[in-house]
Structure formats: structure tokens, C-alpha cells
């Protein structure tokens, strides 16, 4: 059974930064590839960032620069490191799961965490 859980949102002013954690448990940490996504109000789920096991990054051109993901793979952890936020960086963040089972992907979230920035 593999479990995803988020854990750092919270409140933070514009400019400031925040980093997400993400512990995983169940599935092959070896082999997995994960991420985070977000969802503001009335918007659909964002992806935000993708590490790969050996550490290969992804990002959307709109976020490159101002967040970084990364992982740690003795403690089976993923980071969501955020600065210079703005307000529109409001949402539900969301960490996610790849798992191959040998015909494809099994895919898993985690439950969310909400991130606020005020203005």
C-alpha cells in the first residue's frame, strides 16, 4: 500500500519562501518518479514539478527558477522548495506517485496540504 503524505504548507507573505515535505511509504522507492501539483479554487490541478530516482528535474516554464524539487532517497522523502511567493501561488499542493508495474504506471496522491501567500 503506498501512502503519500504532505506535511509544511501554511501561511506566508509575497516574497517570502516555504519548502513542502512529502514522506512515501509502500511501493519501490527505487524506481518511482514523483512530483507535485496544485489546485487554486475554481482551477484546475496544476502540475508543478517532477524528480525522476536518479534526480532528473522537470519543470513548467512558468515556475523554472522560483521552485525546485528534490528528493531523498535513504529517507524516501520528496521536497518542494518555493521562493520570491506570490499570491497566485495559493493552492492546494499536492504530492504524487509513479509506480511502473511492468504494463505501465500506478499512480498515487497524497492528501494536500494548503499553501496561502498573502498579498
Known amino acids: 500500500q503506498v501512502q503519500l503524505v504532505e506535511s509544511g504548507g501554511g501561511l506566508v507573505q509575497a516574497g517570502e519562501s516555504l519548502r513542502l515535505s512529502c514522506a512515501v511509504s509502500?511501493?519501490?522507492?527505487?524506481?518511482?518518479?514523483l512530483g507535485w501539483y496544485r489546485q487554486a479554487p475554481g482551477k484546475q490541478r496544476e502540475w508543478v514539478a517532477t524528480?525522476?530516482?536518479?534526480?532528473?528535474?522537470t519543470y513548467p516554464d512558468s515556475l523554472k527558477g522560483r521552485f525546485t524539487i528534490s528528493r531523498d532517497n535513504v529517507k524516501n522523502m520528496v521536497y518542494l522548495q518555493m521562493n520570491s511567493m506570490k499570491p497566485e501561488d495559493t493552492a492546494v499542493y499536492y504530492c504524487?506517485?509513479?509506480?511502473?508495474?511492468?504494463?505501465?504506471?500506478?499512480?498515487?496522491w497524497g492528501q494536500g496540504t494548503q499553501v496561502t501567500v498573502s498579498s
Open positions: 504524487n506517485g509513479r509506480f511502473p508495474n511492468g504494463r505501465g504506471w500506478n499512480e498515487y
Open positions: 509502500g511501493g519501490s522507492f527505487s524506481t518511482n518518479v
Open positions: 524528480i525522476t530516482f536518479g534526480g532528473t528535474t
